[in-house]
């Protein structure tokens, strides 16, 4: 009886039926489990310590890290009933918004270790040197020098990519921290071609026609106005410069607001081809970068193109009192 009200009291926390409707899925470790979960790494070690105690959960060591899962014995052993319980609330919970917030993000981790070509020991999986990085920075071989913009540009990332083939770029975010730790990877990486600049999606530090390509990576669902964005980034385009766009599909995952800041659960097709099109931008085209299925995040990529002549079809006439540098200073 003691034992059994042990086991019990184990099970009577949410957080450990939440780790253990994770593990009878796949094998995670604690960071990628606290990244799903969103507690503090070290409240999943001790809850993992304590079901590994129980020998619900067993470890296992690979490439530097300790995966868990469900122990291979742990649905025997007398136990066989407890897992027909608890798979039959797993399923009946699987409606739950707490639930599918956290098969959300169990999605994303699985997608990132499929991008990273994570082998989980399958042999025919591992190849000496793949790398998306290696990819991306090959195609950007086939490219001109341009000048480009990254709007959003976050921790810079995307914007120290960009300047391995780009001439210029300038990264822009409203947040004074992020931008602080962007300069510092930049000067840690020995990247001299980036210039840092605060600044709002709406009104952009930027001249008219000034740069030849204009990114907005992840950027736009966190726009207050995303039209008005979409028309300020093709302000600063040159004539026959592109704008890029690569964001999520629309989605139904609420928790992204309070976690992420985002203003938007992404975008249709439909929406994007839209907004680009009003900014006056042609040869519009929009389709879907990447998704997985079971995965609610899908990446949309959008393009267009300025024309010598492009203008935002919403654009009212500008007073003549007013002058570029007043309206965009």
């Not at 959003?152 to 990519?161: A, F, N, Q, S």
């Not at 389709?287 to 935002?312: N, R, Y």
Request: with cysteine.
């Amino acid at each position: 009886m003691q034992q059994t009200s042990a086991l019990f009291r184990l099970l009577s926390d949410s957080t450990r039926l939440r780790l253990l409707r994770l593990l009878a899925q796949d094998r995670f470790n604690v960071t990628e489990l606290t990244g799903i979960l969103g507690v503090a790494q070290s409240s999943v070690s001790r809850h993992l310590g304590l079901l590994k105690d129980a020998g619900l959960v067993t470890e296992e060591r690979e490439a530097g890290f300790v995966y868990y899962t469900v122990a291979e014995d742990a649905r025997g052993n007398g136990n066989g009933s407890l897992w027909t319980l608890l798979d039959a609330h797993f399923e009946s919970g699987a409606s739950d918004r707490a639930v599918r917030a956290d098969e959300a993000r169990m999605q994303e981790v699985l997608r990132l270790r499929k991008e990273n070509f994570e082998t989980h020991g399958d042999p025919r999986q591992l190849v000496p040197g793949r790398s998306w990085a290696a990819w991306a920075r090959a195609l950007g071989h086939l490219l001109p020098p341009l000048d480009v913009a990254d709007i959003g540009c976050g921790e810079g990332y995307l914007t120290l990519e960009t300047a391995r083939w780009a001439r210029t770029v300038v990264g822009i975010d409203r947040s004074d921290e992020v931008l602080e730790r962007a300069k510092a990877l930049a000067v840690r990486r020995h990247v001299e071609n980036v210039e840092w600049k605060k600044g709002d999606l709406s009104r952009l530090p930027l001249r008219d026609d000034s740069v030849d390509v204009a990114m907005l990576s992840q950027s736009l669902h966190h726009a207050s106005d995303p039209e008005r964005a979409i028309a300020e980034t093709a302000r600063v385009l040159r004539a026959g410069g592109r704008l890029l766009i690569l964001d999520l599909r629309e989605h139904d995952q609420t928790w992204v607001r309070n976690r992420f800041g985002d203003r938007h659960l992404g975008f249709s097709s439909t929406e994007l081809d839209s907004m680009l099109r009003a900014a006056g931008l042609t040869d519009v085209r929009v389709h879907v970068g990447a998704s997985k299925a079971g995965d609610p995040f899908a990446v949309l990529i959008a393009s267009g193109v300025k024309t010598q002549m492009a203008k935002p079809k919403s654009q009212s006439p500008k007073p003549k009192s007013q002058s570029k540098s007043k309206r965009y200073a």
